[in-house]
Each structure stands twice: as structure tokens, then as C-alpha cells.
């Protein structure tokens, strides 16, 4: 029997949105207090768990037996000149920084479509829903910041492909950050933390976009969900 890959989860950064799964599934940062343990932490990333909470969201993982690749697809001509080379920067840093972090799964830029995680830089400031885009999954869904669209199986949570959304209200300063956040995301690590203990500190802290770099705590979220194997 075929089996029709499913629009699985949808992530964005610091905005509130809707995913089409379940009523439990209508959020993508949970709010919490205090300093987390590993396991609530990862719990809450990877599954939408709050803290001593069933998972609200499947656990998604892509096939770790080859790199996946990634590009930018396409970028409107609201993001010429620097902008462009700022994105192309952030990119290259942010899969540099992935690939060090110490997990099971690798990385690779390619510039040949498809790519399994496709990036698209879109002249939406997110007042309206993007419409006539040609981008699978992205016609209807309202870009203020960033967002990633996951292709996942139903019945395995194998992700199948990834779609990495970025409007102009995004200011340039915030692109490294942004696409740091959205790339982990896409690897099925899909739920914010709302904390004020994780703002600045952890890529996941739903109400700062300033964090360019993982903290311990989303390193172990990596590697474990996607442990090297020995």
C-alpha cells in the first residue's frame, strides 16, 4: 500500500502558529520556569512534552546512513546585495556548526536541486499568507520571521524532505541566528522553550533571536537525537 508522505510540523521564530495534527499540536513553544533537566529539556524540543508531561508531537528523525543536503533554493529580489551574501553566510556557518556538534548526522550545502532541506528567502513581510509561491506546503502559511515545513511518514515519523521559509520583516542582524534555529528545527527538533533562564543561552528560547550558538543543553539534544553510533 503507498504510503503519502505527511505535512508533519510547522516551527517558526517567535511566532505563534497552528500545526494540522492534533488540537494538542496547536502551539510550537511550550512555557516553563527554571533551569530544565536533560531529559525534560530534550523531551519538550523533540516532542512538545512540558516538563513530566506525555509527548504532545511524534519524535521525527531524518535517515542518518547519508548527509542530507541543504540549499538555497530561491531568493526574491527584496534580498539583493548584501542581504544575499549575509544569507549565503549564515548558511555556511550554520551547517559548520551543526556538523561540530558532535551528533550522528551530517550536513552537506549543495547548489544542484533538490535538496533535502530547501530554503527559500520570500518578499513577505507576513501581513498576508504567502500565495502563488510554487513551494510546496508554503501557499497559505503566514511568514513573519522564519519557518520551517517538515515532509514526514506517517507511519515510521521518518522525515522526507524540509522547507525553511524566511520573510523580509526579518532584520539582516538576525539572520545567523535565524537560520541556526530554523536548520536545527528542521531536523525534527520542531518545539520552542519559553524560559528566561534559556533567552541568549539556548537556539530553542523562543523570545530571543540573538543566539548564534548552541548551548550545552541543545548539544545534548543533538547527540541525542541523533547518537553516533559506535
Known amino acids: 500500500m503507498t504510503r503519502w508522505p505527511?505535512?508533519?510540523l510547522l516551527a517558526g521564530l517567535a511566532v505563534p502558529l497552528a500545526v494540522p495534527l492534533a488540537a494538542a499540536q496547536d502551539r510550537d513553544f511550550i512555557e516553563t520556569e527554571g533551569l530544565l533537566s536533560d531529559d525534560d529539556f530534550y523531551r519538550l524540543v523533540a516532542c512538545a512534552a512540558p516538563p513530566g508531561e506525555p509527548c504532545a508531537k511524534p519524535?521525527?528523525?531524518w535517515p542518518t546512513d547519508r548527509a542530507l543536503t541543504v540549499r538555497i533554493a530561491s531568493m526574491d529580489r527584496a534580498f539583493l546585495g548584501g542581504k544575499r551574501k549575509r544569507a549565503q553566510a549564515a548558511l555556511e556557518r550554520a551547517v559548520?556548526?551543526?556538523?561540530?556538534?558532535?551528533?550522528?548526522l551530517r550536513l552537506r550545502p549543495v547548489a544542484e536541486a533538490p535538496a533535502d532541506i530547501e530554503i527559500h528567502f520570500?518578499?513577505?513581510?507576513?501581513r498576508t499568507?504567502?500565495?502563488?509561491?510554487?513551494?510546496?506546503?508554503a501557499d497559505g502559511v503566514t511568514v513573519t520571521g522564519a519557518r520551517v515545513i517538515?515532509?514526514?511518514?506517517q507511519d515510521t515519523h521518518r522525515i522526507l524532505r524540509a522547507t525553511i521559509l524566511f520573510g523580509t520583516r526579518l532584520h539582516i542582524s538576525h539572520y545567523?541566528?535565524?537560520m541556526l534555529e530554523e536548520l536545527t528545527q528542521s531536523l525534527g527538533l520542531m518545539t520552542d522553550i519559553r524560559n528566561p533562564v534559556y533567552e541568549g543561552v539556548s537556539i530553542f528560547s523562543q523570545d530571543s533571536n540573538d543566539t548564534k550558538?548552541?548551548?550545552e543543553q541543545d548539544l545534548m539534544v543533538l547527540r541525542r537525537h541523533y547518537p553516533v553510533e559506535k
Open 6 to 8: 505527511l505535512l508533519a
Open 59 to 61: 519524535l521525527l528523525h
Open 96 to 104: 559548520q556548526y551543526l556538523n561540530a556538534a558532535g551528533m550522528g
Open 122 to 126: 520570500l518578499d513577505t513581510d507576513g
Open 129 to 137: 499568507p504567502v500565495q502563488g509561491s510554487g513551494i510546496e506546503g
Open 150 to 153: 517538515t515532509f514526514s511518514r
Open 176 to 178: 545567523e541566528s535565524a
Open 213 to 215: 550558538q548552541f548551548g
